[in-house]
């Protein structure tokens, strides 16, 4: 928008041989869509739709992005609305597994090291709660999900303990800053993920949590393709995982920071994170790697849609504010001339 203004001083300063009279017509144009460009941004923002919570199907909706959470489990179905509809990208957090790192490189590998216990998530019930809440303006849609998962060890045969996990998902209707961190608001899912007290099988121990990405593409259950890497937010380290299924126009991204939180005894501390990644073409998982622990720890990840898009997508995304400012436009100038 702010472009549309740069081009039409530039005619200004092009017409030097203007009359004053109309010289003082087009300054008060220039003006005009200088004060109204922003006010109609703005009235944009504002009266764009809240994310909205759908809790009979147990799906988050915005204007750029659905997350269906499949049968009110931690399993991410994402798409973008209006988009290519048979395209759905697919993030299940699968289990926990405690392990001792036998090669001692720091990362899970399940051929070699040994599983020690394991929770699984996807076979409890989930407590789900949904709040809205606004803060100056912006709204955040707050969906929990909570549980006591069982701990089984292995070679104990039906020997239980167990295991509270959190997974607390935040979505913004405008872009918000998180502890430093930039959130994109309407497409990006913030989640805190929350394993308080784990009851440890080993004193040398680690945990995995198990990430499996899949979707369905063409109508076809699948896997994309994925790609890691590593990057830098001001003075955090980043790792994303970005997925990219066939034909689907667009990808979406797992992105995580490199530390996590550790509460106990009133107190807090930041510990590392480790991955370790498994993509292959008929699987892909990521397995994020925290060190043994007391109290509390708090990692907080999230998913991200986006799409590569060209000039014509562009325009097309900002024609109906486009149309505004021109016919804004044209009212002024008709409005200058009948006062001649």
């Avoid at 017509?25 to 460009?37: E, H, N, P, Q, S």
């Amino acid at each position: 928008m702010n472009k549309l203004c740069i081009k039409y001083i530039s005619v200004l300063r092009i017409n030097r041989n203007l009359p004053v009279i109309h010289m003082r017509r087009y300054m008060g144009v220039t003006l005009a869509l200088l004060l109204i460009i922003p006010s109609i941004v703005q009235l944009a923002t504002t009266y764009s739709k809240p994310p909205k919570w759908h809790g009979k199907t147990g799906m988050i909706e915005t204007d750029e992005m659905v997350v269906l959470f499949k049968d009110n489990k931690p399993w991410y179905h994402i798409w973008i609305p209006g988009g290519n509809t048979t395209a759905v990208y697919i993030v299940k957090f699968n289990r926990i597994v405690e392990f001792v790192d036998i090669d001692g490189n720091g990362v899970f590998n399940g051929t070699i090291d040994r599983v020690v216990a394991q929770a699984l998530l996807y076979d409890v019930e989930w407590n789900v709660y949904a709040e809205t809440i606004n803060s100056s303006g912006i709204i955040e849609l707050r969906i929990t999900f909570n549980a006591s998962v069982p701990v089984t060890r292995v070679g104990e045969g039906m020997s239980q303990n167990y295991v509270n996990v959190t997974f607390v998902n935040h979505i913004y209707s405008s872009d918000v800053e998180v502890e430093g961190i930039p959130i994109e608001g309407e497409r990006e899912l913030k989640i805190d993920i929350i394993i308080e007290n784990w009851p440890w099988a080993d004193s040398e121990s680690k945990l995995a949590l198990e990430i499996i990405f899949a979707g369905m593409f063409r109508g076809r259950q699948g896997v994309p393709q994925c790609e890691c890497e590593r990057y830098q937010v001001r003075s955090r380290y980043m790792s994303r995982v970005r997925l990219m299924g066939e034909d689907a126009g667009y990808y979406a991204e797992f992105r995580y920071q490199t530390e996590a939180k550790i509460r106990h005894n009133q107190q807090e501390n930041m510990t590392d994170v480790g991955s370790a990644n498994m993509f292959a073409r008929n699987t892909a998982v990521t397995w994020l790697i925290y060190p043994h622990f007391n109290g509390t720890l708090i990692h907080d990840p999230s998913i991200y849609v986006g799409s590569e898009k060209n000039i014509l997508s562009v325009l097309i995304d900002y024609t109906p504010l486009l149309v505004v400012v021109a016919v804004t436009a044209t009212l002024i100038i008709i409005a200058l001339k009948r006062r001649k």
